[in-house]
């Protein structure tokens, strides 16, 4: 589980109340309250209203449901409840009418990694914003604040996506129940208005609104705006909410309190544990004055010892609710005073039964609609929407429709609403739109050196201004600083609306400039050693491209493209190894110029599910050129020539739970006449035929396999999506003549590594050995 989840519950749990005004202060902290007396089952006419009120405390609140199993078991009734943040989850779903029997098994059974990653899954993408990953590292997105043009962060580190969908999911069967007194169990949750610091107390509206408004750690999710008010987590003021229960008339209290206790002092040596010790210290004490409030004599505390599990472990789901049941279980004694008889139980169970709402009949959408947007046009992709009118609703449609709309990057929230209409369903999409949006930054770096004096450095920048129109024009560029100079721009427009999944017809016009310092080393005899052969010359090549291409995605699949491309190539030698003093170096010293016409199609099918480090998914990529390439020097004004260039990468990644195996396959071919200088293709360098020099073997035909096993290291990593440890085992070469090419030529390579996918870019420190080459030390940072 990533490194924001676990800051998710740790906050969640580590926030508690700034006190609400009317709870007393004392300082005799109760640790434990029990009833004073014990008794057998009351009869249900003359028992108490019992409130319960439940804690937040991240993954460590999944132990309410082993409370709650407890308190089934006993035969407890509960007539109200109250709850914040994960308390108010797990509150508000019980109070809707599932059970603990239907909540643990939910919970069990949920994808915890998946529920709270702050990006749709990649698999799931459009191909314009899977190409991107391959470009800047996803994870850093800064934009500009909409009113006034200065930068922005996100709002979260986290997405409340996947929360958002669970919990509308979860609450669709009380969908008609706008007043919480009227569900199943009377039932309030807390948040905090994070303008005026207040609490506020959600008792009637949309139940999966309230929920999630009442979990929004400032920081770590996007905190929620209802009724024109920014709200956070509720555990910012009342985490222990035992006056919010009593106010709901309350006679007897069971709180249960699973919060986060104080870190030790050797977690404080970083920013990160400073910050949440500073939190969980004031929740400690808010939380305190609410077990202030208990009075022994009624009330029952209920504190599981949870030991070492931390506010992140939702991975340990089922411990954490069998350490709740059986801490409760402990004091079924206690509880027992509160018990019904079995007849008063069956009664108040049916009842329960009876007030929870028949779950969505399967009823036709009559309408479809958006609300939310500003900017961007989302009724763009209603064509390709599962929800359509005419078809029945369907949960799971809706949910992925959802999820469609926010793929596109342009939505902190992407939820849905039902309306009950006379003739059948209303489906609205409630959007909200990144108040960052729609121009969109990233940060990349490019870093290698092989500790031997060769190295490059490339800070790169990104910039995508999202809906330049109606039918959602895009314009992208990509600048690159440093031993690279780069400078690529592209106007993508859409040419219609999407009607189905291969409807988007779109055309793209773009730019590129870019300027490379090459090396061209003597070519290796087939069988020769390629350590001691020398540099034959350095050379700056210049490049600039123009593009127009038409082309279709295929949903979430990929896309192709055909289009006309013109690229002028300017080669100035720099260095001509074995010259020596000659006065006439012929064309060797020569400015080459090379101007290409010609027309351009390719296809990309891309399903893995990381660009750097993928645990599974394949990628395929071809590409084709063919066209007329008119080559010059000072000396010389060559004739037109045609060439054709053909290119294909295949890539095939599976994973069995921490191993990682993944094979990849590179092909180039150039038909063309050759130049002086540096040839087409080359290879060289880390995971690009390890053990030889970055552009040491190069012509017009390269053919590269390379077959990776990576370990995951750990599961929680920090600050980055993991840490690995691998090998690779590569085989490939480099050719100048077609009818050369022969597999009794490749040359073998391999490393061994670790690495990091942080939120720069990959990370790999390793060491390469080739049989033919040489062994070497490598530090990258970017993709190899």
């Not at 003359?46 to 449901?65: D, M």
């Not at 040491?696 to 290291?713: E, F, I, K």
């Not at 060491?767 to 190899?784: D, E, F, Q, V």
Request: glycine share 12%.
């Amino acid at each position: 589980m990533c490194f924001w989840v676990s800051c998710v519950a740790m906050l969640v749990a580590a926030t508690a109340p700034l006190s609400s005004p009317a709870m007393p202060v004392s300082s005799n902290v109760a640790t434990e309250v029990a009833l004073a007396t014990a008794g057998g089952p009351l009869p249900a006419a003359r028992r108490p209203r019992i409130g319960l009120v439940l804690s937040g405390g991240g993954a460590r609140g999944l132990a309410h449901v082993g409370v709650l199993k407890v308190l089934e078991r006993e035969r407890i009734p509960v007539d109200v409840i109250a709850g914040t943040s994960m308390g108010a989850i797990i509150g508000g779903l019980y109070a809707s009418g599932m059970s603990a029997a239907d909540l643990e098994r939910e919970l069990l059974g949920l994808d915890w990694d998946a529920l709270f990653a702050s990006r749709i899954r990649r698999e799931s993408l459009s191909q314009r914003r899977k190409e991107e990953d391959f470009e800047i590292a996803p994870a850093v997105e800064v934009g500009l604040r909409r009113e006034t043009g200065e930068p922005m962060l996100p709002l979260g580190s986290v997405s409340s996506r996947g929360l958002e969908l669970l919990l509308r999911r979860y609450t669709l069967p009380v969908r008609r129940t706008p007043d919480f007194d009227a569900l199943p169990i009377p039932f309030r949750a807390v948040a905090t208005n994070m303008e005026t610091g207040q609490a506020v107390v959600f008792r009637d509206g949309d139940l999966a609104q309230a929920l999630r408004a009442s979990m929004s750690v400032p920081g770590v999710f996007p905190p929620s705006e209802v009724n024109g008010h920014i709200l956070g987590d509720g555990g910012l003021v009342d985490n222990l909410p035992v006056d919010v229960a009593r106010a709901m008339g309350a006679d007897v209290v069971i709180a249960v309190n699973i919060g986060t206790p104080l870190a030790a002092r050797d977690t404080l040596g970083t920013v990160v544990g400073l910050t949440a010790q500073m939190i969980n210290i004031l929740t400690e004490q808010n939380v305190q004055r609410s077990l202030a409030s208990l009075r022994p004599e009624h009330d029952l505390l209920i504190a599981p010892d949870l030991g070492r599990l931390s506010s992140g472990d939702f991975g340990r789901a089922g411990e954490l609710i069998g350490l709740g049941e059986r801490h409760a279980a402990s004091l079924s004694r206690a509880l027992q005073r509160l018990a019904l008889d079995e007849p008063a139980w069956a009664t108040h169970t049916a009842r329960l039964a009876a007030a929870r709402r028949d779950p969505m009949p399967p009823r036709s959408i009559t309408s479809l609609r958006f609300e939310g947007s500003e900017i961007s046009q989302p009724e763009h992709f209603a064509g390709i929407l599962i929800s359509q009118p005419g078809r029945p609703f369907e949960i799971g449609a809706a949910e992925r429709d959802s999820r469609a709309l926010a793929s596109t990057g342009d939505y902190l929230h992407a939820d849905y609403r039902v309306e009950d209409l006379p003739a059948g369903t209303g489906l609205v999409f409630a959007l909200r739109e990144k108040p960052w949006g729609p121009h969109y930054f990233g940060l990349g770096l490019d870093l290698q050196s092989d500790f031997a004096g060769r190295g490059e450095f490339n800070i790169k920048l990104a910039h995508n201004r999202h809906w330049l129109n109606d039918s959602g024009g895009e314009w992208r560029n990509r600048l690159q600083i440093g031993s690279v100079p780069r400078w690529f721009s592209e106007w993508y427009q859409p040419l219609g609306p999407q009607r189905s999944l291969r409807s988007d017809w779109f055309f793209a016009l773009s730019g590129d400039l870019e300027r490379r310092r090459m090396t061209a080393y003597a070519r290796p005899e087939p069988g020769e050693s390629a350590r001691d052969l020398p540099m034959t010359g350095r050379y700056v090549r210049g490049k600039a491209a123009l593009a127009a291409e038409f082309g279709q995605p295929w949903g979430r699949w990929g896309a192709w493209r055909i289009g006309a491309v013109y690229e002028a190539l300017r080669v100035d030698p720099e260095i001509i190894a074995g010259l020596g003093g000659s006065e006439d170096p012929g064309d060797a010293l020569l400015t080459m110029h090379s101007r290409e016409r010609g027309l351009r199609a390719g296809l990309v099918v891309d399903q893995l599910d990381h660009a750097s480090f993928p645990r599974r998914g394949w990628r395929l990529r071809l590409q084709g050129l063919v066209g007329q390439r008119r080559v010059e020097t000072e000396r010389a004004a060559g004739s037109a020539q045609g060439f054709h260039r053909i290119e294909a990468d295949a890539h095939l990644v599976t994973s069995q739970d921490r191993h990682t195996l993944d094979a990849s396959l590179r092909l180039r071919q150039a038909f063309q006449q050759s130049t002086q200088g540096p040839a087409q293709y080359s290879l060289g360098g880390f995971h690009n035929l390890s053990g030889y020099k970055t552009d040491q073997l190069s012509g017009n035909q390269v053919l590269l396999g390379r077959l990776m096993y990576t370990l995951r290291l750990n599961q929680q990593p920090v600050l980055t999506r993991g840490f690995f440890a691998g090998a690779t085992l590569e085989a490939g070469n480099a050719w100048d003549d077609p009818g050369r090419v022969h597999g009794s030529d490749l040359r073998w390579g391999g490393s061994l590594f670790l690495g990091a996918d942080t939120g720069v870019g990959p990370l790999y420190f390793g060491i390469t050995w080739a049989p033919l080459g040489s062994a070497g030390l490598y530090l990258l940072l970017g993709r190899p």
